[in-house]
Every structure is written in C-alpha cells, then in structure tokens.
C-alpha cells in the first residue's frame, strides 16, 4: 500500500509554545488528507478535513485557531498546534486518500506539554 | 450521523482460540466498512475492507462480511497468534465525504 510518512514521532514542549507536526504522502498525490486525535485508550477523533488548496474544514469543538492546518500541496500537510498547553497532549494521527481510493495512515505523533 | 459500535474489551485469549470482535453501524447512503489495527506506539494499519454488501474482506486470516440486512461487520480469525495482539478498530467510510468514522477499539491480548 502507499506510504504516509508523519513527523516528528514524538514531540515534548514547554506550555505556550507551538508545534509543527508533517504529513507527507511519499508515493501518491494525496487529494485529501485528515488529522485525527486519540486520547488514551480512545478511538480516533476527526478534528479537520483538508484539500489541497484550500482551507481546512474542522469538527464541530475542535478550535481552528488552535489547531493551525495548512495543506500547501498535493503530497504535504502541516498541523500546528498552537501556544500549547497540557491539555493538548495526545496522539495525533493524519491520513492521505486520493478521492474514492482508501485513507492510509501515518504513524502518528505523541506530543507531550510540560 | 454515522456510528459505529463495536464490542467492547479488553479480549483476552490463549494462542490458537478462535477470534470474534462484533461491528455494527448506522449510516446513510452506503458506506464503505474497514478494519484497522494499530500496534503500541504506532498508527493504523488497514488489515481489509468491504466496499457493498455481502463482499467479504479478508487478510492474514482474517474476515469480516458486509451485512447490510443486519447492519454488521464482525470481525473473525480461527487461529489468533501472539502476534495478533494489538487494539482493533471498525470503522466506516461515507460515500459522499470519504470521512472514516471510528468504533472505540478493542483491545485484544493473545497469551501464549
């Protein structure tokens, strides 16, 4: 199947900062691509929808200015989480489909807040 | 909207014991249906999919069936290995938006 590559695996950070998580399709041209966040011992929560182009779409309670996502090509989505705070932490998870063709998954990002 | 509802674990089983993990959902339209897993630490893995009823996805040993009448997709091996262990998630796809909606998981443990 194709890959998806996520960066960095794991990330620790001081509380107020920010934090750049990559995806990044490496042998297809991802259309679509989404960001998803698990709690321990939880399912997977999808927090936004984004297309190449043009602006994410977020769930409902999930805080666009909070959770910055950028979707600048056909291979690449960032998801920044901004002036971080504990609560924040989590596994976050992204995932590339190229239209109807299945959604492959990257290995996720822990992000801790101290 | 659309759910998924999956049994609840954790599931605990000696190596070799047969495997159900029960699926059902609610959906309009006509969904694709998926099973993934996840080892600790890691993403998802697609371990097999059904895209209309009564297909019937397969891999590693393991099925599950697309039951539209019943609204289910159980998750079955006749063999779990050690290996298996990990957490298992059901989860559909809808036609219109491509969005993957998630079951809880269930975690399962193979003891040797």
């Known amino acids: 199947g194709a890959v998806v590559s996520q960066h960095p695996s794991w990330v620790i950070c001081k509380s107020g900062t920010s934090v750049k998580i990559e995806c990044r399709s490496l042998?297809?041209?991802?259309?679509?691509m989404f960001w998803y966040r698990q709690f321990p011992k939880q399912s997977l929560m999808l927090m936004a929808t984004s297309n190449e182009g043009s602006k994410a779409t977020y769930e409902q309670g999930v805080e666009k200015d909070k959770f910055l996502i950028n979707h600048a090509s056909l291979t690449l989505s960032t998801l920044t989480v901004t002036s971080a705070h504990p609560e924040d932490s989590s596994f976050y998870i992204c995932?590339?489909?190229?239209?109807?063709?299945?959604?492959?998954f990257g290995q996720g990002t822990r992000l801790t807040v101290v | 909207g659309d759910s998924v509802t999956q049994m609840e674990g954790p599931v605990t089983l000696s190596e070799e014991a047969f495997l159900t993990i029960n699926c059902t959902y609610t959906a309009t339209g006509y969904p694709s249906l998926f099973w993934y897993v996840q080892y600790p630490g890691e993403g998802l893995q697609l371990l097999l999919k059904?895209?209309?009823?009564?297909d019937k996805g397969s891999n590693k040993g393991f099925e599950a069936t697309y039951r539209k009448e019943t609204t289910s997709f159980h998750l079955e091996k006749g063999s779990v290995q050690v290996s298996d262990s990990a957490v298992y998630f059901c989860?559909?796809?809808?036609?219109?938006?491509?969005?993957?909606?998630f079951g809880k998981g269930t975690l399962l443990t193979v003891n040797p």
């Open positions: 995932s590339a489909s190229r239209g109807a063709t299945e959604a492959f």
């Open positions: 059904a895209t209309k009823a009564d």
């Open positions: 042998d297809f041209q991802a259309t679509t």
């Open positions: 989860a559909l796809r809808d036609s219109s938006n491509y969005k993957l909606t």
